[in-house]
């Protein structure tokens, strides 16, 4: 695509061309109309006047004047020329000037002029009139009336040099200014388009001073014309959205780095302490499987954060199946199943065996897994945790509940967040980073369905997920 | 000397709190916030090594609650922010140190013996009382060329007797710096291992360092 700049230029240069020439066009064709009919208006009266001074005496055609005499006839350098035919074709007479040669016989209705230009002898352009008319009888008394094939036909050509002056120069004028116009708004619409166009340069060159690491610039306010100022609040519009995603996006970077750092610092500060004198087997035992477990605990964390990592790129692919709803919850549960007894969580499956879903059966079963786990590590002492489950209209309901929450209804609001933590003196064990519920409600996103959380008065928890009967896949 | 560890993560509190008993310091700990200030308030400790981001009260409310009720106690800031910002906020509340985890254990324990010797406006880190000559560092001990090993318990009582050299110091202070909060140890322990450590380092035929003021406690060294 050809630059606004020289779009603009060539645009408004050839409106101009384009005026210029239908103006100079109206322009010459109206002069040079109204010149001709000046110069045609004075031909007829001289033709009139000829025409007057010729008399029918019986069969005799007589000219009453003197052809030399005439002043129109006596300019060298305008000759003027007649000629007149008798009805029958043959020359009643001519001037002396045209010698034998013979003008050409113009006729049109009798008593109207008809006009032609023509080229004279000595090659000079000319014009012509021809005019029908019927002479006077001599004798008024004799023929009153005036017999049709006594008409003649009268011609009068006279040189148009005076005509053609004019309008040559008239021509050149309108040529010349023409070119000088267009050769000087070539300058002014460069400069006027040039000038128009700054703000977009001092727009493009604030945008390129912003720097990646300073999104919180905006494009200034001053004299941005009204057709640009949609465009600056966009981008404008544009800076904060980058603005917040790359706080968001540090700010997690800086979380991550935060949680990874304080398992190293235990795994790091156990090992140093053991390592600083000599100790027995089963101390080295222990603290060994104390860093295993801060490991294990940290690999479970990379690994939830690099699965929100795919699932925010969109790089998890699915496999839909067939999956009977009661089996799946009984087999995520497996796992938390002696940690509940111990604190003497009772768990009751109550989601019908009849209830199926068609999903991904992996990431389900993580889903429930996370639920589960928080489920059973968040529980009061000899609580309670319930799964139902029915199907609503298109799509699967899922809930997962139990009781003795703390949190409060603020809190509930913020349990998606990464690293939130509702209780953070349960950071004590480490084994929880607060990604549990974020990872939940972008699988369940992902799976096409929705997780809301209700907190009741009484301390019950409510995890519901809305769940799609097929993957959008 | 007499440590408070407050850190709410298990792994790191444990190994803090086995790492610098070993090294000598009565250390007493725990993991929330509120107890953390109750420890802090309560007692007078020589360092106390503080975690930020904390159950039950944030590490800089417990830090400014200390400084308002005017405890002398040096604090260490343990933490993992490590932003600028958030280290100049926790000097300008009244912080000593500030230490970023993960962290070298050497560093720490460094670092906690230079706030003790600021504590007792000791920059050399070797004390000389006559020809008694402690090596804060490397924990060692020397009456003249002749070498003396103590026990840790020994020497903790010997390092706070010799921070304080020349002054007399009661029981209570003395338990108060050199045992710990859960400790079964009472006042009379003190006498007991100051007997311990007299028949270590006096010497037979000299002045006797470690004095007896009748009722108010001991002197390391001659009375001002």
Redesign the interface.
Same mark, same amino acid.
């Not at chain 2, 709410?8 to 790191?12: A, F, I, K, S, T």
């Not at chain 2, 981001?53 to 039950?56: A, S």
């Not at chain 2, 970023?100 to 050497?106: I, N, Q, R, S």
């Given at each position: 695509m050809r630059s606004l700049r020289s779009r603009l230029i060539i645009g408004v240069i050839g409106g101009m061309l384009l005026l210029l020439t239908v103006f100079s066009l109206i322009v010459y064709a109206a002069i040079r109309r109204a010149l001709v009919n000046q110069f045609d208006a004075s031909l007829t009266s001289t033709a009139r006047i000829l025409a007057a001074s010729v008399e029918l005496d019986g069969d005799e055609i007589e000219l009453e004047f003197d052809a030399q005499q005439m002043h129109e006839f006596q300019r060298p350098d305008r000759p003027t020329y007649y000629q007149l035919w008798q009805h029958d074709g043959t020359v009643a007479a001519r001037s002396p000037s045209l010698g034998k040669d013979d003008l050409l016989r113009l006729e049109g209705p009798l008593g109207t002029p008809v006009f032609q230009a023509l080229q004279m002898r000595n090659s000079k352009p000319g014009r012509a009139v021809g005019l029908k008319f019927t002479p006077r009888a001599s004798g008024p008394d004799r023929n009153p009336q005036p017999v049709k094939q006594q008409a003649l036909t009268l011609v009068v050509a006279r040189d148009a040099s005076d005509l053609h002056r004019p309008l040559d120069f008239l021509q050149w004028l309108l040529l010349v200014a023409s070119g000088v116009t267009i050769a000087l708004s070539v300058f002014i619409a460069t400069f006027v388009v040039r000038h128009g166009l700054n703000p977009l340069h001092s727009i493009a060159s604030e945008i390129a001073a912003i720097r990646e690491d300073e999104l919180a610039t905006r494009i200034g306010t001053t004299s941005i014309p009204a057709e640009i100022l949609p465009i600056k609040n966009r981008l404008n519009d544009l800076l904060s959205r980058l603005e917040d995603a790359f706080k968001r996006e540090r700010r997690f970077t800086a979380d991550v780095a935060h949680e990874l750092r304080t398992p190293l610092a235990g795994i790091r500060s156990t090992i140093e302490v053991t390592m600083a004198r000599a100790r027995e087997t089963t101390e080295y035992q222990t603290v060994l499987s104390e860093s295993l477990a801060i490991v294990e605990n940290m690999q479970t964390m990379v690994n939830n954060l690099l699965m929100i990592a795919r699932l925010d790129a969109c790089q998890v692919t699915f496999r839909q199946e067939h999956i009977c709803l009661a089996e799946l919850v009984n087999s995520c549960w497996r796992p938390f199943s002696e940690k509940a007894t111990e604190r003497e969580t009772t768990f009751e499956n109550r989601v019908p065996n009849d209830v199926t879903v068609n999903s991904d059966r992996e990431n389900l079963s993580m889903i429930l897994s996370n639920l589960l786990n928080n489920a059973v590590e968040y529980t009061n002492e000899a609580g309670q945790i319930w799964v139902t489950s029915h199907h609503t209209g298109d799509s699967v309901e899922i809930t997962v509940a139990n009781t003795g929450c703390q949190l409060t209804n603020g809190e509930a609001a913020q349990v998606f967040d990464c690293f939130w933590r509702g209780d953070s003196s349960r950071t004590d064990t480490g084994a929880h980073y607060g990604l549990g519920l974020a990872l939940v409600q972008r699988l369940i996103r992902a799976l096409g369905g929705s997780v809301t959380v209700e907190l009741q008065p009484d301390g019950i928890f409510t995890v519901r997920l809305t769940l799609s009967n097929s993957l959008r896949i | 000397m007499r440590l408070l560890v407050i850190e709410?993560?298990? !792994?790191?509190r444990?190994?803090?709190t =086995?790492?610098l008993r $070993?090294a000598g310091f009565a250390v007493d700990t725990t993991?929330?916030g509120q107890e953390g200030l109750w420890y802090a308030t309560g007692h007078e400790y020589d360092v106390i090594i503080l975690d930020l981001?904390? !159950?039950?009260m944030d590490g800089l409310e417990i830090l400014k609650k200390i400084r308002t009720q005017g405890r002398k106690s040096h604090v260490l800031i343990l933490t993992? =922010?490590d932003t600028i910002q958030d280290r100049v906020t926790g000097l300008d509340l009244g912080a000593d140190d500030y230490l970023? =985890?993960? %962290?070298? %254990? $050497?560093e720490?324990l460094a670092r906690v013996r230079a706030l003790l010797r600021r504590g007792y406006r000791k920059k050399n880190p070797r004390i000389r009382v006559q020809n008694l000559q402690i090596d804060l560092t490397t924990q060692r001990v020397w009456r003249g060329q002749e070498e003396i090993k103590l026990t840790p318990r020994e020497y903790a009582l010997l390092e706070y007797l010799a921070m304080r050299a020349g002054q007399t110091v009661s029981r209570t202070d003395i338990w108060e710096h050199a045992y710990e909060f859960n400790s079964s140890a009472s006042s009379n322990v003190v006498d007991v291992y100051i007997g311990y450590l007299r028949k270590k380092i006096e010497q037979p035929g000299k002045p006797p360092l470690i004095q007896t003021v009748r009722g108010r406690g001991y002197t390391l060294g001659a009375q001002p």
């Open positions: - | 709410d993560y298990r !792994p790191l444990q190994s803090l =086995k790492g $070993e993991g929330d981001m904390l !159950p039950g993992a =922010k970023v =985890k993960p %962290f070298a %254990f $050497e720490l």
